[in-house]
């Protein structure tokens, strides 16, 4: 056995763990609810639980935990121990059904949007069986961790992971609904995979320590460009730092023993930035597994001296860093709907799909849009940086004449049916090949799957897959309808008619050039479609009626729940930019004013002795006033910052000081930071208070 296979999934308490642990009536048991996706029936649960934490001691856990993911991001978790007192009082290892299948984190810290305050003040987590538990190690010690919602007691829902969970069983009605109608008896359970390729940039740890921007936000605040940067386009799949890979033999070995695929690594535009993709699974472990690779990279990096960074934008005029999220829906069967192939009724089924996910982002690209704002994708999305905030397909130019063609014909006969399947069938598997693709379009379609790019790096990517489930949901519906009101023809003639119109109507989301360009942003602003720059400006997507129906009908979230959702939202995003501020006036008057000062005496006493010695001092002289001139406009600046930090405390309601701070808080930091920068520029290197861009993008 090689090494990969040995230890490949050995912290995971999989199906092979399972299967030994328990009896083969509540193995298979278990398998069918994982399989279903239903809640684990009692009367295998305290057998299951008994299961894992014999598995979990007997790998030297002590603890368990429920992990669980908050609105505000990342995870969450609260470990007990599996001790107790026995019933003559004696101590013993225990985990009780009970226990494995809810808990109640005392969650009153967790952002809930209003909902628990106005009702409980508890809320609780419960098991999700279809994501396995696994264990965490920190030092000697492990933990075992079980996968779960997190919900309050009336039900409310406090995570993203129950509306994705939702959004699957949502697909999946809509999905058998018209795999049944297209006579396909096979399909038992609608399938999404996803693989989420993660962005990432690694900083020298000595370094960081002397950025608090970057360790109280994650991002710099400051920094004048380096001289060489990214120009030199030299390090995107370069050969890697020796450094950067012992840390990523050691990231995949942690992975592979928690049975997380890893597969490609390599580097990233930026210097010091780099990705990190695995093989692709059921999209519940796929996101379940990018939410613990990022913890284990955080990690793994700290073992080797380095700190990674998983914000949208670590540094002005480098890169960002993004998660590009790869989706494709499918069944039971291992049909990959998004798969061209040789059966004339498969491809039918592929257009379809096609067509379901353009009505789709016709009608709700501002709610795709809204599920990945945050504060620091802002500076990807709304900047002139992959990919824009317009959400368009792309669909390549061979599958664009294919749908042209669909669009113009007139009736449908066999020798139309059969050149259109011709035509799929014959998609060119270029499409998947990295160099004819388009770069700059939000949702790709990349051979067999939408490649989603618009995600941030440091994001879950559930809120974005969920929304990628519904407009798919949205779409069959309406492809149903459609083809249940010309019942009696033939499904493949009716099939496509229906695609005529579909293609006629989703025309203005189909975009096939430079998405950068002003001009598609002068065109899409004509065509209607929105383009939100920041969150603030995003949010208003759930206000739209449609949206709110669109989340009712499928029952991933009531009214009340959206909008606890958007004040969660809005509300993180406050204290985000809350923080940034502080920090920036924080640092501007402690550090680098300060630096200037220096810098000015030293100029000044430099004149000041010139003089004395009799010479003429113009040059330090000037020098003295322009260094002055730059302590005034950094003090300048950062009173600035601070009054609007004042004010937008005076404004009503989250909506308005969200849009206050995103717009003149971002204003005010940026004059802030530019003379900032300019002071860099011309400080002694040795006074200056911390590392530049320069050593943080090349240094390790
Ligand atoms: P790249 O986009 O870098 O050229 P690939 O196309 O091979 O690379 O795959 C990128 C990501 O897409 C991988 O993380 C992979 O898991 C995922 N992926 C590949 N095929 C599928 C699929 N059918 N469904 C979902 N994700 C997929
Ligand atoms: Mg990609």
Redesign the pocket.
Known sequence: MSELTAIFGELTFNRAAMQEKLSHDTYSKLISTIYSGNPIENSIAEEVAHAMKEWAIGKGATHFTHWFQPQRGGTAEKHDAFISYSENGEIIERFSAKQLIQSEPDASSFPSGGIRSTFEARGYTAWDPTSPAFLIETGRSKTLVIPSVFLSWTGDVLDLKTPFLRSLIALNDAGIKLQRMLGNRLSKKIVV?????QEYFVVSKALYESRPDLKICGRTLFGAPPAKGQQMEDHYFGAIHPKIIRFMADLDHELYRRGIPA??RHNEVSPNQF?I?????EANL?IDHNLQTMDIMRQVGLKHDLIVIMHEKPFAGVNGSGK?V???I?DNTGT?Y??PSASPLKNINFLLTLGAILLGVDKFGGLLRASVADAGNDHRLGANEAPPAIMSIYLGEYLTRLIDEIESMNKVTEQVIANINMGVRNLPKIA???SD?NRTSPIAF????F?FRAVGSSQNPSEATTILNLICTYGYNIIEQRLNASKGKDIRESALMVLKQVFKETRKVRFEGNGYSSEWHREAEKLGLPNNRNTPAAMNAFNDHSVVELMEKTHVLTEREVHAKVEIKLETYLKTKEIEYKTAVNMARTLILPAINKQLTQTAKAAAAMKEAGLTSKTLLEESKIIEKIYIDVKAGADAMEKVLEKSSTKKGLHAKTAFLGDDGEAALARLRQAVDTAEEITAHEFWPMAKYQDLLTSL
């Open positions: 995979n996803c693989g989420p390729e597969k490609t990705e993709a695995p093989l692709y699974e796929a590009h790869n989706w494709s499918g990959n998004l798969e998947r090949d990295s693709r990349t051979g067999n799957k490649e």
